[in-house]
């Protein structure tokens, strides 16, 4: 069973509906005990990171996730609030990766929306996955290149596309709404143990 995050952060059904169309069974909670026993667990979100954050602590979700020990795959929001800080709204985040999830710099248009490339790809996320894939961004905030990154993408500036520490798997794309590649990624996921 793979346990989706429930935060009032949206995105979840779009998760729940690319898990059944692989097959997967999944549910949508934010109960302890219910995460604490999925095999593995997704982290999605489409929001705002100050107010994302205040749920999780509301719930005592933001000491539970950090300390999870199967398989975890944060998406857009989830992999931003995995890190330390976030400049959305002044907001202490769970701090899984050290680093810092910044403001794109108004060079261009912001936010980030549409298909982009990511580059440097590794970890076993990206097994199969062609080196020209695109996949589907939206997002003004960005999570800065740290050591545990294994994708890059560019953006006005480069950015960490995913990062992987341990059991903790984060991508800023969303791998639900990018085809046949994003699939792939759920598809490594759901196999890893």
């Known amino acids: 069973m793979t346990a989706i995050i429930k935060y009032n952060a949206g995105n979840t059904a779009s998760v729940k509906n690319a ?4 097959g997967c069974e999944s549910i949508i909670t934010d109960n302890r005990e219910a ?9 999605p979100g489409v929001g705002e990171a100050s107010s994302a954050m205040y749920y999780l602590r509301n719930k005592g979700l933001h000491i539970l996730i950090p300390e999870l020990k199967q398989p975890v795959l944060g998406v ?12 959305e709204g002044d907001t202490q985040c769970l701090g899984i990766f ?9 060079d261009d248009i912001v936010p ?4 982009n490339n990511p ?10 996955v062609e080196p020209d894939s695109d996949f589907y ?14 994708a890059v993408c560019d953006y006005i500036i480069p950015f960490a596309a995913a990062i992987n520490k341990g059991n903790f ?6 791998p639900e709404k990018s085809a046949s590649a994003g699939e792939k990624i759920l598809k490594n996921f759901l196999q890893t143990l």
């Open 19 to 22: 898990l059944n169309r692989l």
């Open 169 to 174: 798997y984060a991508t800023q794309f969303h």
């Open 98 to 106: 050290d680093t810092r999830v910044r403001l794109f710099p108004p």
């Open 119 to 128: 580059t440097n790809m590794k970890s076993m996320l990206f097994d199969g």
């Open 76 to 87: 857009c929001l989830g992999l931003q609030l995995m890190c330390a800080t976030s400049e």
């Open 112 to 115: 980030h929306i549409g298909w």
């Open 35 to 43: 995460l604490l026993a999925a095999d593995r667990v997704i982290f």
């Open 137 to 150: 961004f939206v997002h003004s905030y960005y999570a800065e290149i740290c050591p545990e990154t294994i």
